[in-house]
Nanobody, 121 residues
């Protein structure tokens, strides 16, 4: 069974930094795009950043220049370095990945359980 497990959330002051990690486990043939989404209270889930297996990245405008997404294909992991954090970044952050399991021919969309990031003084 394929799983995504996040870590690294927490409470940080405005202007501070956090690094989120997400690792995929299970019987995995390949992973294409990995990414991070977030959902603030009362708001819809939104894309934060994505990265393809080849390293192409995409960011929502509000985090450009502050957040950096990276991945380690050998470890089946994706990371989100978040700098200059603002109160508006407070949300539950979810890891997402397009994964082809070994026992399937196509890719499926998988989600982690989410990790809370709170930016507050």
């Amino acid at each position: 069974q394929v799983q995504l497990v996040e870590s690294g959330g927490g409470l940080v002051q405005p202007g501070g930094s956090l690094r989120l990690s997400c690792a995929a486990s299970g019987s995995i043939f390949s992973i294409y795009t990995m990414g991070w989404y977030r959902q603030a209270p009362g708001k819809q889930r939104e894309l934060v950043a994505t990265i393809t297996s080849g390293g192409s990245t995409n960011y929502v405008d509000s985090v450009k220049g502050r957040f950096t997404i990276s991945r380690d294909n050998g470890k089946k992991a994706v990371y989100l370095q978040m700098n200059s954090l603002k109160a508006a970044d407070t949300a539950v952050y979810f890891c997402n990945a397009n994964i082809r399991p070994c026992d399937r021919l196509g890719y499926g969309n998988y989600w982690g359980q989410g990790t809370q990031v709170t930016v507050s003084s």
